[in-house]
């Protein structure tokens, strides 16, 4: 099992595939994706070796993330790698959903288990100003067809100026019969976005009230489940989760380590800089890279220094994939 010197243990593995993306966040990529390098990401073959050593330490869960990984040709063989793979109990997906409506199909028979679609509005127009792209109603149908397949759903939407209690009366509505759990994310800094982080940056502590004001109750949750803070009511068949990552102790639950498409480790989503293994991957050397994770891995540090506003080596979260 991989475990740091503040005893937390790391069962999930967030794998980034790719750092294009097509959608023009106005958080993360307004300007779009910028290529200012030739650069190789991880092979299939790759992404197996290293699939193997993290599953060989503990490693029970697997999320796919980019930049935009359905923007990737081999997207089905990589979930179909991790789902092969022993140790393998879950294969997750972080989407912009640009894709879903066509190919949610293909990706549940190659053995996604659940899916994070990004909404940042349910308002169309909204959506479309956030991220450049009209294709709201596209997405809420390929989440449709995501839950009739039996893939499990979460929605995560960022937390802006924009976000008021209308928004919020909108989604919790939506979710009335929808059995999804959407989970509001606090907007974080990045090397590229302070100046719209200082505009637009919303705490989720307000909305936390008013949910428990309207009787939302907090949902228990296993130590390991990371750090959202979930909330159920009765009346609503899904959940709606708080991401909160300026809160007090927001770092003690963290259980998950990241892979960047160059095969870089970030210890920390805003690490000084990523920890390169892709000598261990090219030459296939599981055993290697097992140790050089263990090693690695005591590096790793209690917390991140966002409060000081000090972003690290992650100029936006395309890089890392969230
Ligand atoms: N392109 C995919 C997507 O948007 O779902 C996967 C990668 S994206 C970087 C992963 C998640 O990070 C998305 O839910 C996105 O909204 C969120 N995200 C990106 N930049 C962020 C920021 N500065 N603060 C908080 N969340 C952010
Ligand atoms: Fe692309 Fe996801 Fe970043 Fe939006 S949040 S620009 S969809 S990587």
Redesign the pocket.
């Known amino acids: 099992m991989l475990q740091d010197h503040h005893g937390r243990r790391f069962h999930y593995l967030r794998l980034s595939i790719t750092d294009v ?1 097509n ?1 023009k ?1 106005n ?2 990529l307004p300007d779009g994706y910028q290529c200012d390098s030739e650069r190789e990401f991880l092979t299939l073959p790759e992404m197996q070796a290293l699939t193997k050593a993290f599953a060989g330490l503990g490693t029970s869960k697997i999320r796919i ?5 359905s923007l990737r040709k081999d997207l089905a063989d990589v979930i179909a790698m991790a789902k092969n793979t022993q140790g393998i109990e879950q294969v997750a997906l ?4 640009f894709r879903l409506e066509k190919d949610i199909e293909k990706w549940r028979d190659a053995g996604l288990d659940s899916l ?3 909404i ?1 509005s349910l308002d169309s127009k909204a959506f479309a100003t956030i991220t450049g792209h009209e294709k709201l109603q596209s997405i809420l149908r390929g989440l449709d067809k995501a839950l009739a397949l039996g893939v499990a759903v979460k929605v ?3 937390l802006m100026q924009h976000f008021t209690a209308s928004e919020l009366t909108r989604f919790q509505a939506w979710l009335k019969d929808k059995p999804v759990t959407l989970r509001f ?6 090397g590229d ?1 302070i100046t719209f ?1 200082k505009q637009q940056h919303l705490s989720g502590e307000p909305i936390k009230k008013t949910l428990i004001e309207q009787g939302w109750a907090r949902v228990i949750r296993d130590k390991a489940a990371g750090p959202a803070q979930e909330f159920q009511h009765p009346d609503y068949a899904g959940r709606i989760g708080l991401i909160m990552p300026y809160s007090k102790d927001f770092c003690s639950s963290c259980n998950r380590l990241r892979v960047s498409a160059l095969g870089k480790l970030h210890l920390c989503l805003f690490a000084e800089q990523g920890l390169d293994l892709r000598e261990y991957l090219r030459c296939n050397d599981v055993q290697g890279l097992q140790l050089q994770l263990q090693k690695l891995l005591g590096q790793k540090e209690a917390t991140h220094w966002l409060h000081e506003g000090y972003t690290g080596a992650t100029t ?3 890089m ?3």
Do not use: K, R, W
């Open positions: 993306c959608f966040c958080y993360c993330t980019g930049g935009e990984p972080t989407t912009n959903g994070n679609v990004s940042d995560n939407s960022v994310i606090e907007l974080m800094q990045t976005n982080f936006h979260l395309a890392l994939g969230g």
